[in-house]
Each structure stands twice: as structure tokens, then as C-alpha cells.
């Protein structure tokens, strides 16, 4: 979920639908209802954003949140509370059905739909602000799979916010796939780069 992550330790239990909460404080709101958001405890469709008072949440709502109680909840939550930060309180389940980015990216394009890619990219290179970027991302997570985003932005003299920006661009396009360290290309970005020669 862009802006919010979960520990490892959300899985299983936003998995088996006990965990549909989560409290953060953001000067506003990250997320937004009726979008899903890719989160490394799977897909969430987020339901509900509110901003919320402390003083009003029970321990029925830290429970839905994965605390044993309020105060643990606000514990884990209470960075920028003292600056009067606002807290949100997300609704959200689970998405089951498969992610069709992932689906995209493990079809391999028809000789036309890689032409059509490689035309977005051509086009991605000639707008960019910073310089061509889209083929020479592509070449580099091909020639280094599992390389770390800052090393890869490094290698390219960039920032690495800027350059994990761009990658997801490609990524929104199924030409890579993360890993636990990195990025690949996946089935349909090798397709694409091999039509570039």
C-alpha cells in the first residue's frame, strides 16, 4: 500500500481477515477508498480513510489493528504525535484474485504489442526532464538482476526516490517484477528489450 507499510508479522492475520485496520499519522491522507494498493502482505482494497481521535479508539479497534490494545497501537503509532501530526484510521481487506500486473508481466507480448511498448518507452525517454532513462533502466535490471535500487540508481547518476519512481513506470507496464533485493525483468520485459536488439 503506497504509504503505509506492514511488518511481516500483519500477514497472516490480515490473510485470515482478522487485521482489517491500521492507524497512521500523515499530515494527510496516503491512501485513498475504492483503490487497491500492492503491499508486501499482498493486495489491499482500502475501504475507509478517517481521521481519527486518539482519545476516541477502544481496544476493540487495536484489536482489529493487530495490538493486544490501545496503547500499544498508539505506541507503535505515536511518532509525530507530539508535532500534532493527524491520525488516520484505514478500513481495508484483502484482494484474493490475482494481481493483474503480475499477470501482465508473465505474458509474452505479440511482435505488434512489443512494437506498441517499445513506442511508449521511446516516448517515456523523449519527455523525460532528467534524460533518456526507460531503455537504459531496462538494460541495467537485465544485465544485473537482484541488484539494489540505490546501486542500480547510482550506476545511472541518479537519486534513488526519483529512479525507484521511473521503475515503477516499467513495472506498471509488467516489464519487471520485484524481488526480496531488486528488480527482474519479467517474461514480457525481456520480450520488449529483445525486440530493441
Do not use: C, N
Not at 508479522?9 to 483503490?35: H, S, Y
Not at 482519545?55 to 490501545?70: I, N, S
Amino acid at each position: 500500500m503506497d504509504g503505509v507499510l506492514f511488518a511481516q508479522r500483519f500477514a497472516e492475520p490480515i490473510a485470515r481477515g482478522e487485521v482489517d485496520l491500521t492507524f497512521r499519522r500523515w499530515k494527510r491522507a496516503q491512501v485513498r477508498p475504492g483503490r487497491p494498493y500492492r503491499t508486501l502482505v499482498g493486495r489491499l482494497l482500502v475501504d475507509e480513510v478517517a481521521a481519527v481521535d486518539p482519545e476516541d479508539l477502544t481496544d476493540a479497534d487495536a484489536r482489529r489493528a493487530g495490538f493486544d490494545g490501545v496503547a500499544a497501537l498508539l505506541a507503535e503509532a505515536g511518532r509525530h504525535a507530539e508535532d500534532g501530526t493527524p491520525l488516520f484510521r484505514v478500513r481495508f481487506h484483502r484482494l484474493d484474485e490475482p494481481d493483474p500486473r503480475t499477470e501482465l508481466a508473465a505474458a509474452e507480448p505479440s511482435a505488434a504489442e512489443a512494437a506498441e511498448i517499445a513506442a511508449k518507452l521511446d516516448a517515456m525517454d523523449r519527455r523525460s526532464g532528467h534524460g533518456p532513462w526507460a531503455w537504459a533502466a531496462l538494460r541495467a535490471i537485465a544485465a544485473e538482476p537482484g541488484r539494489r535500487a540505490p546501486e542500480l540508481a547510482e550506476a545511472a547518476g541518479r537519486d534513488t526516490a526519483p529512479f525507484k519512481a521511473d521503475v515503477r513506470k516499467l513495472k506498471a507496464l509488467g516489464l519487471t517484477r520485484s524481488l526480496p533485493v531488486g528488480y527482474e525483468l519479467s517474461p514480457r520485459g525481456r520480450a520488449v528489450l529483445a525486440s530493441r536488439g
